[in-house]
């Protein structure tokens, strides 16, 4: 499935599923379009379990929302080998609640999802049609809740991104800067490539995405591409002008093999924003000037 179409009336009541912790759910309170009333399932006088079906239809059919967006995921790449089930259950079984419940009272349904989904990668980047191989168990919930979403919920959107970041919460922006902070150098990956995101930027793609009712698969993240040794030079550089960093410190790359993880991760997992942009006439920044952006509200 590609990007699919765009339907006219824009929703103006939207309940936004996530967590306050998380950046995504952060950047997209900050940025609610004039005239939206933005309801976070956060604000709901008792707790809602996304993956409780009466829970989430309780407070769908109470709100009466005319959009819901989905910002609620389990982001733990490592911890998800260790705790399966509990990934699931967010990626997996919150979503397919939350896409039902929309189903069933009519309203528009967004779902985030990652370029985590597809594997490896050759160097080119993933089209939205691109068969999928997840690489671990995280990659694999965030697809079958992909599934999940599109059976409960057939006109929903979908929307990839990655290497998420913002001025909000824990993320690798923040990590370098006080990292950089503390030591005269830090190694960074060198050999895996994808295209840094401001929690900012997919926000308002988001809104962008609800107010035309977009329906099918998108792909949205900062234009270009870095390794993560590329992204906390840029830090570094970006940091220092800003008085952000306040010392000389060596970056030093690292391969895979030197720094491994728990999960496998792609080597290359850029995705191609081509269709994404005809389909909701918008163009992303491209991610150094985003990261500067976001580096500027630190100062």
């Not at 059919?61 to 733990?76: C, F, K, M, R």
């Not at 308002?204 to 992204?231: E, I, P």
């Amino acid at each position: 499935m590609s990007a699919d179409s765009v339907e006219s009336s824009a929703p103006t009541r939207i309940v936004i599923a996530g967590s306050e912790r998380g950046q995504l759910f952060h950047e997209l309170m900050r940025t609610v379009p004039q005239g939206v009333e933005a309801m976070p399932l956060s604000d709901v006088g008792e707790r809602v379990d996304i993956a409780d079906k009466t829970s989430v239809n309780r407070v769908l059919q109470e709100l009466e929302p005319d959009a819901v967006i989905n910002a609620a995921a389990w982001t733990g790449v490592d911890a998800a080998e260790s705790e399966p089930e509990a990934a699931r259950r967010v990626n997996v079984e919150g979503a397919a609640q939350l896409a039902a419940g929309a189903e069933a009272i009519g309203a528009w349904f967004a779902h985030v999802s990652t370029d985590f989904v597809f594997g490896p990668g050759n160097g080119s980047p993933f089209a939205t049609d691109a068969a999928t191989a997840p690489m671990g168990i995280y990659g694999r919930t965030k697809l079958d809740g992909e599934i999940a979403v599109r059976d409960a919920c057939p006109q929903a959107a979908i929307v990839r991104t990655a290497w998420v970041y913002s001025s909000h919460g824990n993320n690798f922006v923040k990590t370098m800067l006080r990292l950089m902070n503390e030591r005269d150098e830090i190694g960074v990956i060198a050999d895996q490539i994808g295209s840094p995101t401001w929690a900012n930027s997919l926000a308002r793609a988001l809104w962008t995405a609800c107010s035309q009712r977009a329906s099918g698969v998108f792909h949205w993240t900062g234009a270009g591409a870095a390794s993560w040794y590329d992204f906390a030079v840029a830090v570094l550089e970006e940091g220092q002008s800003l008085g952000l960093v306040s010392r000389d410190v060596v970056v030093k790359p690292l391969s895979t093999a030197e720094y491994p993880t728990p999960a496998a991760r792609p080597n290359y997992s850029v995705m191609d924003l081509v269709s994404t942009r005809a389909a909701l006439n918008i163009d992303p920044s491209h991610w150094r000037a985003d990261l500067r952006a976001m580096l500027g509200e630190l100062v």
